[in-house]
């Protein structure tokens, strides 16, 4: 698989899981969707707690590192190029997959969120892996041309016909007044 082909695929199964986890931050306190005291009727809800907020930081750093990857892909980066960006996702996914172990009980994270996130991350790895083998390669040469294969040497056809005037030659006057 070419390190182009890899991106795109990547890309789908990075958002997917990500887009997955923070979908099911309904049960943080102070989220949408909370049950907690200040969700309701009595007043405005209150703020979810400090580490819920940095895991939130954390999600969306991760979003736009896996953006970035999408955004090279679509620009036909270069394999060295893709394997860094990958590096930045991986280090980046791994902090919010921590973030997420760290943080299960006090901002309501399912475990299947960390399962599907580590999941993910397994997939990102191996695929950043091949892209990275791929970079250390350096580019590939397109391989030997047709005149190489056949043994022989491009030519240009000879320009000896300089009397001109056929029946398609309109750059040295009109061809119908001939």
Known sequence: MTTFRALPL??????????????????????P????????FGGPPAAPPAACRDLITLRDDTQKKAGAIQAANEKKATAQEACRLFKTFLAAEAKFIKGLE????TCGV??????????AHGRASTVAKKVCEA????PQSAGPSLSDALGTTPTMPDGGNTRGGGMFDTLSG????R
């Open 110 to 119: 399912p475990p299947d969120a960390v399962k599907q996130a580590k999941d």
């Open 33 to 40: 969707g909370a049950g907690g005291p200040g969700a309701g």
């Open 102 to 105: 760290d943080n299960i009980q």
């Open 174 to 177: 009109n061809a119908l007044s």
């Open 135 to 138: 970079a250390a390669q350096g």
């Open 10 to 31: 990547l890309a789908m199964l990075v958002a997917v899981p990500l887009q997955q986890a923070s979908a099911q931050f309904g049960g943080m306190p102070g989220m």
